[in-house]
Structure formats: C-alpha cells, structure tokens
C-alpha cells in the first residue's frame, strides 16, 4: 500500500482540476502535482535518497511542500516535519531526535544549515529541483514509516510520533468521513493533515494567506477577501481564527469545521448569526489522536446551551465510531487503528496504559459521558484546583459582560480566574464568579496563548504573570 494511491487516482481522473491554491494566488491542478511530484522523486532517486531515509522538511507551507510530500512517498522515504511554532529550536530537535539522513529546503530557509550546526552535519541535502520524471510509486507494508511530527511542547519537550502508512490512511479515512459531502466544495485549509486528506477526496484546498505562527493576529477582511475570491465553501480552521471570522459583518460559508483548541459556545453563535444556514463542527482530538469526536453544533439543544453556560464543561459529542473512548479516574483514554501507541525512543511511556490487551492513549484532559453517550470535556486533569474544571469555568465566564477571554490558574492551591476584557466590570466578574464558587478573580491584559494554533491558553506564563 501507499498513502498516494487515492491521490494519484484522483490525478488520473480529474487532471485538470486544482488541487491547491496558496493565500497569494499561484495554483496547480491534481495532474500537474501528480507530475511535479514524478520530477522531484526522479531527481532525489538519483541523489541516492531510497525508502526509509528520513528527510527534514523546513519549508514554506504551499504548493512546493505537498509536491515534496508526494515525491517522498513515491520513493518510500520518511518525512520529519518538525514543531513550526518553535522556529529554529523545533528544527534542531527534530535533527537531534531523528537523525535524518536528508534535508529539504527552499527558500531564505536554504540559509539554515549554516548557522545551525545540528542541520549542517546531515549529509545529504535536497532541493526543489526535479530531474528526469519517474512516476514509480513504492510498495509500502503498511508498517512502513511515512511521517514523524512532534507534540507542541506544551506540556514539555516535543515529543516525536511516527506514523506509517497504514497508521495515516486509517487517520485519513476516519477525516475522510467528516468532511465527505454530496456537493463539490472549496475547503480554507489551515490544518495540514485535512490537506493531505482533501487530495485523497478530489477536494480543492486553499492554503491560508496569513502568518501561520500568529492566527490571532490574522486580518479578517483580507481573510474574506481570499473567500470570496476563491470561491472558498468550507473553512477548516482553529478557534483563533474563528474568533477572527466572528469579526466581520458577513460570512459566506456553507461549513465550519475547528478544533485545535477549545471550541467554546460563545464563538459558534457568534459565527452562527453571520452565517445562519452553515453546519458549525467542533473536531476534538489531539496530535496522538485526531480525531476522537465531533459535534455538529446544530444537533445541541437550548438544554446543552445552558448546561454549557452554567458550568457543565464543553460539549465534544460522540466519539467516532473508529475510536474506543473511555474514562479512568475522570481521564479520557483512547485508542484505535488511528491512535498512537508510542513515541520514538520511548519517551514519555506514562501516557500511555495498556488494558484489554491494547495500548491506549492517556489525553491528559478530563471529562464525562452524559446519559447520550456523549463526550464533555472539562479541560486539563492537571489543572483542576479547588473542585474547578478550567473548561467548566472558562466556558461560563466568557459570557460575562465586558469578557473578551478567561483562563483558569491555580496559585498556591488557590482557583484564581484571570479575565482579560472591560476592567470597570470586575465588579460585576466577582458577583458572577460567586456563584459559582470561591474563585478569586483578577483582571489581566493579555491572557497568554500557545504557540501552535493561538487557541489554548498557556498555562504556564499565564502563572508567570500572575506572580509578576
């Protein structure tokens, strides 16, 4: 098998249509990739580059890097695509922990190697010139290595996951089943892996037109302006650039599918009223498991509204029926086809267990089952203080007056909810936040984001900055 197969039939029988559009325009159809991609491996075979070399990508993210995606997995290589948002340091760790063989750079990127010592020791290094076209397509095993991408770091060191190609079609199918629809559709793909799925599907994908490191401070006029130009129907997007969308006065979207970050109900009616007839999604899964569940936000009763608004966490909805789900001590564990079961060198064995006879994965995060079946999510199990899920909490206080954003801390064994919005309405934020407990509100400026997806809080220097 070979994760290229769908994509390359999908080539064979729509040639002309796109495939990929970049936020500044340039375009390429499925044909055109597909023989792109023929070039690059042909060029990269005769460099000696063969099945099972790593390659470290650092790359701009467009019409360049899924061409060299697809030229690796011709060959049978294995891509390393380290953590973006950790810039040069992510780079080097990935070297460090990988050990590839390769380097693929375009760009100001190609300055890399010689000013970091770890990237300039790999031997060999590629570049995005294709030689003669060799349109031979490896026979992967399914257990065959394909990619090895890293957690955030959030919670410490990024950690390496490997994910063959049986791994990633599983991953793709179980995508694949969320964003399949009867219509042809035009998808704003900030999510790379909906990419790769898309091009499996015959989808168009149109890549962002904004810094991807700083999605809360993307401008949504330009990011409408590319909409409508494009054509765009489906946006599949994390909450910081929902929370972007959620600022204009119009919003011509068939679909919304986010995750990536909480996904909290104040955002999706805020979407909802500009575009009144478009199915909403919130997709909760994490880097070891994507995705776990869904929830159509149309499908949520005025009673899941108010359990929302009154403490009851956040509504992830049922597990996809490719993934067993359960909780142990009030922690959501998963496991699957889809699921990864171990790190490279394994690190961090402690989030994992095995029972039943199969490993599964510890997300970290805490929830509950409600009577449906469905799955409530109530935030980090570690950042429970006091009796206080952060979700449960945050979830209400956003509907505060005068709330632009909360976050939940503990401090000395203290629940301390730090408010970022209108600072005449602390009053008013201490009158609510007694309802709900004792909870010791205070006001900040910022709350501070994580570096991925601009949409979890981070915890960490949020702490820092009470302190300070």
Not at 141 to 163: M, N, Q, Y
Not at 334 to 343: E, L, R, S, W
Not at 406 to 432: N, S, T
Not at 442 to 466: E, F, M, N, Q
Request: proline letters at 5%; a positive charge.
């Amino acid at each position: 098998m070979n994760l290229l197969a769908g994509f390359l039939d999908n080539a064979a029988r729509w040639a002309s249509r796109t495939a990929i559009v970049e936020g500044g325009g340039a375009r390429i159809s499925y044909g055109a990739l597909a023989a792109r991609s023929a070039e690059l491996a042909g060029g990269w075979r005769a460099a000696g580059l063969g099945p099972g070399d790593r390659v470290l990508i650092a790359m701009p993210v467009g019409i360049d890097l899924y061409a060299a995606i697809a030229a690796l997995w011709r060959i049978g290589a294995t891509i390393v695509f380290p953590e973006p948002a950790l810039g040069l340091a992510g780079l080097k760790h990935a070297a460090r922990v990988t050990q590839p063989r390769a380097i693929l750079t375009s760009g100001l990127y190609r300055l890399l190697p010689f000013v970091a010592g770890a990237l300039y020791r790999i031997p060999l290094r590629l570049r995005l010139a294709g030689g003669p076209a060799d349109a031979s397509v490896h026979a992967a095993a399914p257990d065959h290595p394909a990619l090895i991408s890293f957690t955030s770091g959030s919670t410490g060191a990024p950690k390496a996951i490997s994910r063959s190609h049986g791994f990633l079609a599983a991953q793709n199918a179980c995508v694949a089943d969320l964003l399949r629809t009867d219509t042809e559709t035009r998808d704003l793909v900030v999510f790379p892996v909906f990419v790769i799925a898309n091009l499996g599907l015959g989808v168009t994908s149109v890549l962002p037109n904004w810094k991807l490191t700083r999605h809360d401070e993307a401008d949504p006029r330009a990011i409408l302006a590319l909409i409508e130009r494009e054509g765009v129907t489906r946006a599949l997007a994390p909450p910081s650039i929902c929370a972007r969308l959620a600022e204009l006065d119009r919003l011509p979207l068939e679909a919304v599918f986010t995750g990536g970050g909480p996904v909290f109900p104040d955002l999706v009616e805020r979407l909802q009223a500009l575009a009144p007839k478009a199915k909403i999604v919130s997709v909760y899964g994490s880097t070891e498991a994507e995705p776990i569940a869904h929830q159509v936000w149309g499908e949520t009763s005025a009673a899941d509204r108010a359990a929302m608004r009154e403490g009851a966490g956040l509504l992830a909805g049922k597990p996809i029926a490719a993934t067993r789900t359960r909780l142990i001590d009030g922690e959501i564990v998963v496991t699957g086809a889809h699921v990864n079961k171990t790190y490279l060198y394994g690190s961090d064995a402690s989030a994992k267990l095995t029972f039943d006879g199969e490993i599964w994965h510890r997300t970290g995060d805490a929830g509950r089952f409600d009577a449906a079946g469905r799955l409530w999510l109530l935030g980090r199990r570690d950042a429970c203080v006091a009796g206080f899920h952060p979700l449960a909490v945050e979830a209400a206080a956003r509907l505060w007056p005068g709330v632009r954003a909360v976050a939940l801390a503990a401090l000395g064994g203290r629940a301390v909810l730090a408010v970022e919005g209108e600072a005449a309405l602390a009053d008013e934020w201490r009158a609510r936040a007694a309802a709900l407990g004792d909870l010791d509100v205070r006001g900040v400026t910022r709350i501070p984001l994580d570096r991925r997806h601009r949409s979890k809080v981070d915890y960490v220097a949020l702490r820092r900055a009470l302190l300070g």
